[in-house]
C-alpha cells in the first residue's frame, strides 16, 4: 500500500476524532433512530460541522482536498460502530452523489452544491431504481422532455437513500426514449421545486435509521441548467461512477465485518458452557480464525482497489469482485458470528442481530451480487 507516513497519522487521527464523534453524537441515540426509522436532519449538519462529509472535495471547490481512502474511513468507522444506517446514508451522500457533481457538473452546479454537501446544509440522494425496474436500468420510464426553457420529469423511483432527507437528487431520466440507454440523462434536481413529491419512508428488515424513499414526478419542470453534462450520456456517466460506488459499499462492508468480529471476540471470551468460556471451543477458536482471515484477505483488496482508484485503473469487474467477495463475507461472518452469541444473537437488543439484518441488503443494492457475477464473466468471456 503506498500510503506515505504522514498520511498514515492523518488518517489516524481522521479515525479517533471520528470515533470520538461518533461516541458523543451517535452511538448514545442510535436505537431511538432505529425505532423511529429515521435519524435526525441536524446530524447531517454536525457531521458537516465535524468534516466528515465529502472529505475529497478539493480545496479550490471548498473541500478538505483528502483522499479517497480517508472518505472511505469514515464508512468504515461508522459501519464498525455498529451504525451502518449511517454508513450507507454518508456513504451514498459524500461518495455516489457528490462525484457526480464535481465530475460532470457546470462551474455553477459545482459552486451551488459542493459547499452546501460539505457542511451538511443540502444532503445528496440518487433516484435510479423505479418501482418497474432495478437491475435493468436501462429500461426506466421516468421521462424528461425537451421543452424552450426546461425539461419536464415525470416518474416514479423506489428505494431511494436519503429520500426524505434529501435537498439534491440526482434523478436519471429518459430524455430520448427511443434510444435506449444511449437516451438516458442526469439531472441534479432540488427537491423543493414544484412537482417533487416524497413519498413514504419504507418499512425495511434492516438499516431502520437509514430513511429509504419512494419518490414522485409529476410535471417537474427541471430548468435546461439542471442537466447534468451532456443529454443522453447519462448511462455512461452512471458507468464511470459504478467503480466507486462499488468500492465504498465494499468498505462499508469490510468496516462492519470488523465490528461483529470484535463484539464476537469480547462474548465468547466471557460467555461460559460446560465450565470454559466459548473461546476455548476448538469449533469456536476454528470459526474465528477462518472469520479473520476472510476479513484480512478482503482488506486488503480493497485497499488495492482503493490505491486503483487513486490512480484512475479501477476498473468495472474489479470493483465488482470487491463488492460480491466484500458484501458475501459480512453476509457470511453475520451468520457465524450470530450462532456464537447463541439465543442471545437473536434478540435486537444485541448489537450482532441488527448487524445480521443490516448485512442482508448489502447483496442488493448498488448491484445485486448475481449482476456482480455478470459483470465478471463477461470480462472474461465477453458478452
Ligand atoms: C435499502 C435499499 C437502498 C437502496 N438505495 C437506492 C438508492 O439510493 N438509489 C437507487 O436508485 N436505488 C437504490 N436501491 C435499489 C437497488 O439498487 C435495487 O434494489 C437493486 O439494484 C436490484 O434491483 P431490483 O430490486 O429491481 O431487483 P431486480 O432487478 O428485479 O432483481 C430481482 C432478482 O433477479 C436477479 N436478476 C436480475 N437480473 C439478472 C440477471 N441478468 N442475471 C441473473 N440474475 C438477475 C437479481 O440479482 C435479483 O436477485 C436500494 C435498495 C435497497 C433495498
Known amino acids: ?17 471520528t470515533r470520538k464523534f461518533i461516541n458523543k453524537e451517535i452511538t448514545p441515540y442510535y436505537n431511538e433512530w432505529e425505532k423511529n426509522q429515521i435519524f435526525p436532519r441536524e446530524l447531517w449538519n454536525k457531521m458537516g460541522q465535524a468534516g466528515m462529509l465529502c472529505v475529497d472535495v478539493p480545496c ?25 444506517s449511517l454508513a450507507i446514508a454518508v456513504s451514498v451522500h459524500s461518495d455516489i452523489v457528490t462525484p457526480y457533481v464535481l465530475n460532470r457538473g457546470t462551474t455553477e452546479q459545482k459552486n451551488y452544491w459542493l459547499p452546501r454537501m460539505i457542511s451538511g446544509e443540502a444532503v445528496g440522494a440518487i433516484a435510479m431504481t423505479e418501482p418497474g425496474t432495478g437491475s435493468d436500468l ?16 415525470n416518474g416514479a423511483k423506489t428505494f431511494i437513500t436519503n429520500g426524505q432527507h434529501a435537498d439534491l437528487t440526482v434523478i436519471v431520466a429518459k430524455t430520448a426514449p427511443q434510444l435506449g440507454s444511449k437516451g438516458i440523462s442526469l439531472f441534479l434536481v432540488d427537491t423543493l421545486w414544484p412537482g417533487f413529491n416524497k413519498g413514504r419512508n419504507l418499512d425495511k428488515l434492516g438499516l431502520h435509521a437509514s430513511d429509504t424513499s419512494e419518490l414522485f414526478f409529476t410535471d ?38 470488523e465490528g461483529m468480529l470484535q463484539w464476537t471476540l469480547q462474548y465468547v471470551s466471557e460467555r461460559k ?17 477462518e472469520l479473520k482471515t476472510s476479513l484480512e484477505i478482503n482488506r486488503a483488496f480493497v485497499n488495492q482497489c482503493i490505491e486503483q482508484l487513486k490512480e484512475g485503473e479501477l476498473d468495472v469487474a474489479t470493483a465488482a469482485m470487491a463488492k460480491l467477495s466484500t458484501t458475501e463475507m459480512q453476509g457470511q461472518v453475520a451468520d457465524a458470528c450470530l450462532q456464537m452469541f447463541g439465543g442471545y444473537g437473536y434478540m435486537t437488543e444485541y448489537p450482532i442481530a441488527r448487524a445480521f439484518a443490516d448485512a442482508r441488503v448489502q447483496r442488493i443494492y448498488g448491484g445485486t451480487s448475481e449482476i456482480m457475477k455478470e459483470i465478471i464473466a463477461r470480462s472474461m468471456l465477453g458478452k
Do not use: W
Open 60 to 84: 479550490d471547490q471548498e473541500g478538505y482536498g483528502a483522499p479517497f481512502r480517508f472518505s472511505a474511513a469514515i464508512t468504515e468507522e461508522l459501519a464498525y460502530a455498529g451504525a451502518c
Open 220 to 257: 417537474l419542470k427541471a430548468p435546461k441548467d439542471s442537466l447534468l453534462g451532456q443529454a443522453g450520456s447519462g448511462f455512461a456517466y452512471l458507468m464511470q461512477e459504478l467503480p466507486r460506488e462499488r468500492l465504498i459499499i465494499a468498505a462499508l462492508a469490510v468496516g462492519a465485518t
Open 273 to 289: 458452557a460446560f465450565k470454559q468460556t466459548l473461546g476455548q471451543f476448538q469449533n469456536t477458536r476454528f470459526k474465528l480464525a
Open 138 to 153: 436501462a429500461s426506466i420510464t421516468t421521462s424528461a422532455i425537451e421543452h424552450e426553457d426546461h425539461y419536464l420529469i
Open 1 to 17: 500500500m503506498s500510503v506515505s507516513s504522514d498520511q498514515q497519522i492523518e488518517l489516524k487521527l481522521l479515525r479517533e476524532s
